[in-house]
T-cell receptor
Framework: ETGVTQSPTHLIKTRGQQVTLRCSSQ?????VSWYQQALGQGPQFIFQ???????GRGNFPPRFSGLQFPNYSSELNVNALELDDSALYLC????????????FGPGTRLTVL | KNEVEQSPQNLTAQEGEFITINCSYS?????LHWLQQHPGGGIVSLFM???GKKKHGRLIATINIQEKHSSLHITASHPRDSAVYIC??????????FGKGTRLHILP
């Protein structure tokens, strides 16, 4: 049990719709990172937030956006969903950057039809 | 070529066997992580190391910075060790790069 929770567990959307995924980190964790994991692949870094500001971004288009809140929760928003957005979305929290142990949530499985 | 390569991609072994999973990387790193992912997606961080060797129970992780190589060993493997093991590195730009994972299946 890492203390990091994500909701919902599963989600089905149709192409063109918008989705919001949520992550609740451990108390005291200043950073939260979001990852996309396609079937059979390793996770791909989407972006990281540190103290409510974006602190790094992977190779994802602007329709992937995020928010981090003072209560250690965060959101991943994806607009104009595409079929290729179907994946497991993982959040991970830590106290500082990537050289700290990352605590992963269980993930949200998004299916886009 | 991926910046983080793992081998083998798939591994099936009998209960009790000694398991080795390898990870090679091509970038400068500040830390290397070994992660375990169970069916359904949950990921657990097993080790974070930047030099030498770490041991936790039946799991041992080693890293050779000069050779840009790390290994994860499992002694006395058990069916409950069946999972995907992922190697990830934190590079000098403070970004994390994942390998594709090694799918381990331990037969009873």
């Amino acid at each position: 049990e890492t203390g990091v929770t994500q909701s919902p567990t599963h989600l089905i959307k149709t192409r063109g719709q918008q989705v919001t995924l949520r992550c609740s980190s451990q108390s005291g964790h200043n950073t939260v990172s979001w990852y996309q994991q396609a079937l059979g692949q390793g996770p791909q870094f989407i972006f990281q937030y540190y103290r409510e500001e974006e602190n790094g971004r992977g190779n994802f288009p602007p329709r992937f956006s995020g928010l981090q809140f003072p209560n250690y929760s965060s959101e991943l928003n994806v607009n104009a969903l595409e079929l290729d957005d179907s994946a497991l979305y993982l959040c991970a929290s830590g106290t500082s950057g990537y050289t700290d142990t990352q605590y992963f949530g269980p993930g949200t499985r998004l299916t886009v039809l | 070529k991926n910046e983080v390569e793992q081998s083998p991609q798939n591994l099936t072994a009998q209960e009790g066997e000694f398991i080795t999973i390898n990870c090679s990387y091509s970038v400068g790193i500040s830390a290397l992580h070994w992660l375990q992912q169970h069916p359904g997606g949950g990921i657990v961080s097993l080790f974070m190391l930047s030099s030498g060797k770490k041991k936790h129970g039946r799991l041992i992780a080693t890293i050779n910075i000069q050779e840009k190589h790390s290994s994860l060993h499992i002694t006395a493997s058990h069916p409950r060790d069946s999972a995907v093991y992922i190697c990830a590195v934190s590079n000098r730009d403070d970004k994390i790069i994942f390998g594709k994972g090694t799918r381990l299946h331990i037969l009873p």
